[in-house]
C-alpha cells in the first residue's frame, strides 16, 4: 500500500477510488432495512456531496493561490515578504478547506448545543458554498467572454480572472455575513389571510394556527433559541400550533433536552405534529415521536386526523397529517405517506387542514385525492433556498417553493412556509426566518407586494444603470482609429475634465431615477425638493436604456450571426444602407442615437402628459331600452394621484367631464397612489362631478399598496361617489357575488381595472349575463419603448374586444399617467354612448298585411265569405278562432319562440319562411317542372358566365335569388307585375274561364264548385305522375 500513496496518483485513479466508494455503498443500501437503511440514505448523499467539494476544492485552491490581486492585498496589510504572504494564504486556504469538508461530521458528533466549534465549521461551509458556485459562474463567464466578440469596457472586466476572484470573494463575504446577522434576530411573524373557498362555520372566522417548521434542533440551533421561539409564538396567542417537520437533526440522546422548552407551548387545541424528512437521519424515529408525546405533550398525526369541535354548536374543524413524502425511498416498517388513510373520517362538509412536511408530497396528494376536501395545505422543507445562491435550485426542484399557492382547478390552497431557524449553517436571506400566522390582516398583503416589487424593480435597474454608465462613457473614449500620437495628446489634454463632469453628470441622472419609487415611501419635504425632478429622470432613464440596451442586444446578435457563412452574406446586405452600418457597426452611433431619441420622445411625452383629449366611442347593446338608447357616459381610469400629479390636474379633468353633461360618470380604479393621509386634499375636486346618474367607481391595485385600501373607499364615499364594493369581505375578486342581483334580461356593464379578469367575468361559473366590461390599467405601455413587450405580454392592450357573441371589453388607454410625467400621443379620455344594435329591416309594401281585407275582389277574401266568414268575426263553426289578421312580428331579443332563455342565434328563420310562402301565394305561372328546371338551368349558365352571383343577403339569409324568375322577385320585393298576357296557359278543362286582370296579380273565376275544381286538379296531378314513371320505365328497359 504504502507505494501507491508515494508517487502522485492520476485523476483517473481518483476517480476510480470514488466509483469503487459508490458502489460498495450502493451494494450495503440494498441490503439494509429500518433505520440503518435511512442513516445509510442519508450518509450515500454526503458522500456525493463531498465527492462534488473534492472537485471544487482543487479549482478553488488553485484558482486563489495564483490570485495576483488577493497576494498584492494581504502584502500591503501584513506588510510582509511576498513569500511569507503566499504562504500563509496557502495555509489559511487548506485551513478552510479542511473545516468545510469536516463540517457535515458535526451532526455525528457529541458536543454541546451552538458550540463555537460548530458554529466555525458551518461557517465555513456556508461561505465554501458561496464562493464554490461564484467561481462556476465566473469561469463559465469567463469561458464564454474569450470565444465572444465584445466590447473593450466588458472584455477587458468579464476577461480578467484576477478582478473576478477578488469579486467572488468579496460578493460571498457579503453574502454570508449578512445571512449570519439575518439568524441572530428572532424569526420574523408574518400574518397571512387564507379565506377558504367552500367556506369556514361562523365558529371558526377567527381562527388561527402559529405554523412552525423547519426549527432543526441541534449543533447550531440550541435551548436559547427554542426558548426565544416558544415565547414569541405564545405571544400570538393562536387557536393551534402546527409543526410541519423537521423538528429535530440529531440523535435523541444529545438534542432531547434541547427540545424540551417546546413543551410551554400554548393554545386552544395544542400542538399538532408531523415527521420531517430530517426526523430520519439519526436515531431511531419511533423513539423521537414517543418522546414528543410523552415530554413535549404534542398530538403525532401518523396519517390520522383529528377533529377540533367550536364551542358553538356541533361545528368541527379536521386536522390531519401525514408522514414524509421520503418515507416511500426509505425501507421503514408502518411508516409510509397515506393520504386517503389520514383523511378518512373527516368529511366533505367540514374544513380539513392537512400537514405536509414537503412541498413535492403535497403535489402528489393533490394529483392522486380526488373526491377528498382538503381547503388548505400547510407544509415547509424548502427553507426558501436557505441561501441565495442555491434559491434557483431549490425552485426548480420543489413543486412549490415559498408562500401562497391555490390549486388551479380545486379549492385547495398551498402555504409553504421558508422555516422558523435554518439548517446546518446559520446562515439565511433576509426575512426567511419566520412564524406565519394564518389570521385575516388584508391590505399588509398588498403593501408588502409593492414594497417587493419596487425592491425588485430597483435591483434590476441598477443592472441596467451599471451598464448604461459604461455605455454612455465609451463616447469619451479616445476612438482606435487615429494615430497613436494624437491619441496621447488627447489623453493629456482638458479632455480628462470635461471627462469628470460627465460622469458626474450621468452618475446624479442615474441615481436620481433610481430614487424615484422608493421616494414614494418619503416624507413630504423630501418629496418636494427631490420626487419632481426624480420622475422625470426616471422618464428619461425609460427611454435612454432602453434604446441603448436594445442596440446592444442587436449588436451582440450580429456578432453572432457574422461567424456564420450566411449570417455574413445577410450583414453584406443589410449593410448596403450606410445608415444601418453606422448604427449597428460604432459604439459611439450608438450612443449618441440612444440619448437624441430618447431625450426627444421624452420632451415630446413630457409636454403632452397633461392634455386631455376628448374620444367617443359607440358600443350597441341588445335589450337596450328605448329610454336608454343613446346615454352617455365619461370612463376615467389611471390617474395615479400622489406622485407628479396635483390636485390641479384633478380639477381639470373633473371641468372636462362636466362639459360634457354625460349621464353617468365611471371610476375604473388607480386613482390613487399614496397613503390617504397625504393625498386626500388632491382629490377633493372629484366631489364635483356632474352626471344625470351620478359617480360610480371601483379600486384598482394600487388601492391597495399604501395604507389601508378601507380608507379610501370610505373617502370616496365621502365625496358622494358610489363604490360598486358588492358588499364582499376582504375585497376578494367575485364575479358571480358581483352579478348575482343583477336583472338577466336587462344590459349588464361591469366595471373592473384589469382587463385579465375578462374572461373570469364573462364566464362565470354560473352563466350570469354579462353585456360590457369597462377597465383600464394597461396604460398603453405609458412609453413608446415599453408598448411592444406590453402589446406582447398582456392578455389585452387597448380598444374592444369580443370576450364572447353577447360580452365585450373595452380597455382605455388611461387618463393620465403612473410615475413619470409622460404619455404617449393620442391617448385619451374616454367618452361613450350606449345604442341599440343595428338591424337589417325589411321594407314591405303591406306590414300589416290588410290589403286583402280591404279589397272585395281578393280570391281569399272571397274563399272565406263563401264559407260564412264576415269581418271582425272569427273562424270556426262558432266564431271561436282568432278575429285579427295575420302579420309580420320581428323577433330581436335573441330568443326562440317560445323560449324564455337567450340564445347565441337571433330567431330569424321566420322572416325567410313567410317571404317564401308571399312569393307563393303571389305565383300565377303553372310552369311544367320540366320548364322550371330549364328556366333554372339557363339563369345559372348566366351567373356562371358572367361571373357575377347575385346574393341578396339583406332579405334572404344568403339565398341566391339568380334560381328565382322575374316575377317571383318582383313578389318578394314588392314591385308591380308587367303584363303577361303573352304567356297562355295550356288548358284542357271543360268549363268556360274568364280572366280578370287586377295590378296585384290573376283571379280565375269559375262556375264548378270548390271540391269539384281541386278533384279535377288532382286528377291531372296523378296523370302527370303517371307519366313520368311510365317514361323512366321505357328508358331504364331500353338501356
Known amino acids: 500500500m504504502l507505494p501507491w500513496f508515494e508517487r502522485r496518483r492520476t485523476p483517473w485513479e481518483y476517480g476510480c477510488v470514488f466509483i469503487t466508494i459508490e458502489l460498495c455503498v450502493g451494494v450495503w443500501r440494498l441490503f439494509s432495512h429500518g433505520m440503518y437503511h435511512a442513516q445509510l440514505v442519508r450518509l ?38 511576498s513569500r511569507r504572504v503566499r504562504y500563509a494564504l496557502r495555509a489559511t486556504l487548506i485551513v478552510f478547506i479542511i473545516l468545510s469538508h469536516i463540517s457535515w461530521t458535526i451532526f455525528y458528533l457529541y458536543i454541546p448545543d451552538e458550540s463555537m466549534i460548530a458554529i466555525i465549521c458551518f461557517i465555513c461551509l456556508a461561505t465554501y458554498l458561496h464562493v464554490a458556485c461564484f467561481l462556476v459562474l465566473f469561469c463559465v463567464i469567463e469561458f464564454i467572454a474569450i470565444r465572444v466578440p465584445l466590447p473593450s469596457y466588458l472584455a477587458t472586466f468579464l476577461r480578467c480572472k484576477d478582478k473576478n476572484t477578488a469579486l467572488c470573494v468579496f460578493l460571498s463575504a457579503f453574502f454570508v455575513l449578512t445571512g449570519l446577522a439575518v439568524t441572530r434576530f428572532s424569526p420574523v411573524v408574518r400574518f397571512s389571510t387564507l379565506e377558504f373557498t367552500i367556506g369556514l362555520p361562523p365558529s371558526f372566522n377567527d381562527f388561527s394556527i402559529a405554523l412552525l417548521t423547519d426549527v432543526h434542533i441541534g449543533p447550531t440551533v440550541g435551548r436559547q433559541r427554542i426558548r426565544r421561539i416558544v415565547s414569541l409564538t405564545n405571544s400570538l396567542q393562536p387557536n393551534a400550533v402546527a409543526i410541519a417537520g423537521d423538528l429535530v437533526d440529531g440523535f435523541i440522546n444529545r438534542d432531547a433536552n434541547n427540545a424540551l422548552p417546546l413543551a410551554d407551548l400554548r ?8 415527521t420531517g424528512n430530517h426526523e430520519y437521519y439519526h436515531s431511531d424515529v419511533d423513539e423521537w415521536l414517543k418522546f414528543f408525546t410523552t415530554s413535549l405533550n404534542m398530538t403525532v398525526l401518523r396519517n390520522s386526523n383529528v377533529k377540533l369541535y367550536s364551542n358553538q354548536g356541533d361545528d368541527y374543524l379536521c386536522m390531519a397529517g401525514v408522514d414524509d413524502f421520503i418515507t416511500e425511498k426509505l425501507r421503514i416498517i408502518d411508516h409510509h405517506m397515506d393520504a386517503a388513510k389520514a383523511l378518512q373520517g373527516c368529511g366533505i362538509n367540514a374544513p380539513t387542514i392537512l400537514l405536509v412536511h414537503q412541498p413535492n408530497g403535497a403535489d402528489k396528494i393533490i394529483r392522486s385525492i380526488d373526491n377528498e376536501r382538503i381547503d388548505l395545505i400547510l407544509a415547509g422543507h424548502t427553507h426558501g433556498g436557505q441561501f441565495y445562491i442555491f434559491w434557483p435550485f431549490a425552485y426548480l426542484k420543489n413543486a412549490y417553493l415559498y408562500g401562497l399557492y391555490k390549486v388551479k382547478g380545486s379549492s385547495t390552497q398551498i402555504y409553504v412556509s ?31 407586494s409593492r414594497m417587493m416589487a419596487v425592491v425588485k424593480f430597483e435591483l434590476t435597474s441598477s443592472l441596467l444603470s451599471i451598464f448604461t454608465y459604461f455605455r454612455l462613457m465609451t463616447f469619451m473614449d479616445v476612438p482606435d482609429d487615429i494615430p497613436t500620437r494624437q491619441k496621447r495628446l488627447q489623453a493629456n489634454s482638458s479632455n480628462h475634465v470635461l471627462r469628470y463632469v460627465v460622469a458626474a453628470g450621468i452618475i446624479i441622472w442615474l441615481l436620481l431615477a433610481q430614487m424615484a419609487y422608493p421616494l414614494y415611501w418619503a416624507g413630504r419635504p423630501v418629496q418636494n425638493v427631490l420626487f419632481g425632478v426624480s420622475l422625470v429622470a426616471l422618464g428619461v432613464w425609460n427611454y435612454v436604456v432602453a434604446i441603448l440596451f436594445g442596440l446592444f442586444c442587436i449588436s451582440v446578435a450580429i456578432n453572432l450571426i457574422t461567424r456564420l457563412s450566411s449570417g455574413r452574406t445577410f450583414m453584406k446586405i443589410l449593410y448596403r444602407w450606410s445608415f444601418l452600418r453606422w448604427l449597428f457597426g460604432d459604439t459611439r452611433a450608438q450612443v449618441v442615437f440612444s440619448v437624441v431619441v430618447g431625450v426627444s420622445l421624452s420632451l415630446i411625452t413630457f409636454l403632452c402628459c397633461n392634455m386631455l383629449i376628448v374620444k367617443e366611442q359607440v358600443f350597441t347593446i341588445r335589450d337596450l331600452p328605448k329610454e336608454a338608447d343613446g346615454i352617455r357616459f365619461a370612463l376615467i381610469s389611471d390617474i395615479h394621484v400622489g406622485g407628479a400629479v396635483e390636485e390641479e390636474h384633478v380639477a381639470k379633468i373633473v371641468d372636462r367631464v362636466n362639459s360634457e353633461a354625460v349621464d353617468a360618470v365611471f371610476l375604473v380604479g388607480d386613482l390613487v397612489d399614496a397613503p390617504r393621509p397625504d393625498i386626500w386634499r388632491r382629490l377633493r375636486p372629484i366631489k364635483h362631478l356632474q352626471s344625470k346618474f351620478g359617480s360610480f367607481y371601483v379600486t ?66 354560473e352563466n350570469l349575463r354579462v353585456d360590457l366590461i369597462l377597465s383600464g390599467h394597461t396604460h398603453v405601455g405609458q412609453f413608446y419603448t415599453f408598448a411592444p413587450l406590453a402589446f406582447l405580454m398582456l392578455p389585452y392592450f387597448y380598444g374592444i374586444y369580443q370576450i364572447s357573441p353577447d360580452t365585450r371589453l373595452f380597455v382605455s388607454a388611461g387618463t393620465l399617467y403612473q410615475g413619470p410625467p409622460m404619455k404617449m400621443l393620442a391617448m385619451v379620455l374616454e367618452m361613450s354612448i350606449l345604442a341599440e344594435p343595428r338591424r337589417k329591416q325589411r321594407i314591405s309594401v303591406d306590414p300589416q298585411n290588410i290589403q286583402w281585407r280591404d279589397d272585395d275582389a281578393k280570391f281569399g277574401k272571397k274563399i272565406l265569405e263563401r264559407m260564412g266568414w264576415r269581418n271582425g268575426k272569427g273562424l270556426g263553426k262558432r266564431e271561436q278562432g282568432r278575429n285579427e289578421n295575420l302579420r309580420l312580428k320581428a323577433n330581436h331579443s335573441g330568443k326562440g319562440l317560445g323560449c324564455k332563455h337567450s340564445y347565441d342565434d337571433t330567431w330569424v328563420a321566420h322572416h325567410d319562411d313567410f317571404a317564401k310562402l308571399l312569393a307563393s301565394l303571389n305565383k300565377t305561372k303553372k310552369d311544367t317542372n320540366e320548364n322550371m328546371a330549364s328556366e333554372i338551368k339557363q339563369n345559372a349558365e348566366k351567373s356562371m358566365k358572367s361571373r357575377m352571383r347575385i346574393r341578396y343577403r339583406g332579405f334572404t339569409r344568403g339565398n341566391d335569388l339568380s334560381e328565382y324568375s322575374e316575377e317571383d322577385k318582383c313578389a318578394v320585393l314588392g314591385k308591380k307585375r308587367r303584363n303577361i298576357a303573352e304567356k297562355q296557359i295550356e288548358c284542357q278543362s271543360d268549363f268556360d274561364k274568364k280572366r280578370i286582370n287586377f295590378d296585384e296579380g290573376n283571379i280565375v273565376q269559375s262556375a264548378l264548385s270548390m271540391n269539384e275544381y281541386f278533384a279535377e286538379k288532382m286528377q291531372k296531378f296523378r296523370e302527370m305522375k303517371k307519366r313520368k314513371e311510365d317514361a323512366s320505365l321505357e328508358y331504364e328497359k331500353s338501356r
Not at 424 to 443: Q, R, T
Request: proline share 4%.
Open 44 to 81: 450515500h448523499d454526503i458522500l456525493h456531496v463531498e465527492m462534488m467539494m473534492c472537485i471544487s476544492s482543487v479549482l478553488m485552491f488553485k484558482r486563489f493561490v495564483h490570485s495576483s490581486s488577493l497576494i498584492t492585498l494581504l502584502y500591503r496589510v501584513l506588510k510582509g515578504q
Open 267 to 274: 393554545s386552544k387545541y395544542g400542538t399538532f405534529y408531523v
Open 418 to 448: 421558508p422555516g422558523v431557524n435554518y439548517w446546518g449553517p446559520p446562515v439565511k436571506m433576509i426575512n426567511l426566518c419566520e412564524i406565519p400566522v394564518d389570521e385575516g390582516v388584508g391590505y399588509v398583503k398588498g403593501n408588502r
Open 700 to 765: 384598482g391595485n394600487h388601492e391597495y399598496y399604501y395604507g389601508n385600501a378601507l380608507e379610501w373607499i370610505e373617502q370616496f364615499k365621502a365625496f358622494g361617489v358610489h363604490v360598486l364594493d358588492n358588499s364582499i369581505d376582504g375585497h376578494k375578486f367575485d364575479a358571480v357575488v358581483a352579478l348575482r342581483g343583477c336583472d338577466q334580461s336587462a344590459p349588464v356593464i361591469v366595471l373592473s381595472h384589469n382587463p385579465a379578469s375578462a374572461k373570469d367575468i364573462t364566464f362565470n361559473s
